[in-house]
């Protein structure tokens, strides 16, 4: 049986709780008769903080950074629930799939 997942280990040791939600983007992933459709949730990222690329061995990544903003000392803060962090998320691709015609967007 095919498994994309095989051979991509993520140390959860290294991520802390405090960027987890971000480092873990949930990813949708549906094939139709046309093509391979992945969804990803990576709110308040912009376009140009998000990379999509094909790997060696059919492997799609989906990578980007959030920053921490900018902290005003005059600031009270009363709740942070936005992850900050780096992403990455890996995708090895079934022989089925037309790697040279890999698209990606954005929406809002």
């Known amino acids: 049986m095919w498994d994309p997942f095989k051979d991509f280990h993520v140390p959860t040791s290294s991520v802390s709780a405090e960027n987890s939600a971000f480092v873990n983007t949930r990813v ?12 990803a949730d990576i709110p308040g990222l912009k376009k140009e903080e998000v990379k999509v690329q094909i790997e060696d061995d059919r492997v799609l990544q989906i990578s980007g950074e959030r920053n921490v ?22 995708f090895r691709l079934p022989e089925n799939a037309k790697v040279e015609q890999v698209k990606a967007c954005m929406e809002n």
């Open 69 to 90: 903003e900018k902290e005003d000392k005059n600031d009270t803060w009363h709740r942070v629930d936005r992850s900050s962090g780096k992403f990455m998320r890996r």
């Open 28 to 39: 949708d992933w549906k094939e139709t008769q046309e093509a391979h459709v992945l969804k």
